[in-house]
C-alpha cells in the first residue's frame, strides 16, 4: 500500500508561495497522480486557503486558487464524527486552533503522516507521524 500523507494548510500554502518546502510538497502531488502515494487533507483546509488568499489578493483571485488547488489529487476530508472526537482530544490536550486540531485528527484517523511548516503542530511529535517543511523566517 501506498504512503498516505495529509497536507496541512502551511504546506499547501508553501507550495502555492514557492516557499522553502515547495519541492516536497510538488514531490509529493506527482506522487499522488503517479499512484505511488495518497493524499488526504482536511476539508477546513479549502476555508484556510481562501481566507488567506482573499486578504492578500481579493476574492476573485482567492476563488481561483481554491479552484486550482481543488484540481489536485487530494482527498478532501469532511470531519465526521470519529475525526470530530479525536480532534477535540488533542485540543484538550496542545495548544492547538481548531483548525489544526482538525487536520492532526484526520492524519491521526487515517494513520497518515501530517506534512506541515507549523510550529505550533510540532508539539505533537510522537503522537501524530509527521513531516516537517522548513519553517518560515520572520520578514
Known sequence: ?????VLDTSALL???GDEPGADKVE???EGARDGRCHLLSCSITLMEIFYTAM????EDE???ILA?????PIEWVDPDEKVLLQAGRLKAAYRLSVA????AAVARTRGAILVHKDPELETL??????????????R
Open 27 to 29: 514531490r509529493l502531488l
Open 100 to 103: 489544526d486540531a482538525l487536520i
Open 55 to 58: 486578504r492578500e489578493k481579493g
Open 14 to 16: 508553501a507550495f502555492l
Open 1 to 5: 500500500m501506498a504512503d498516505c500523507y
Open 62 to 64: 482567492a476563488i481561483k
Open 68 to 72: 486550482l488547488v481543488k484540481a489536485w
Open 125 to 138: 511529535r510522537g503522537n501524530v507521524r509527521l513531516l516537517g517543511l522548513p519553517f518560515r523566517t520572520t
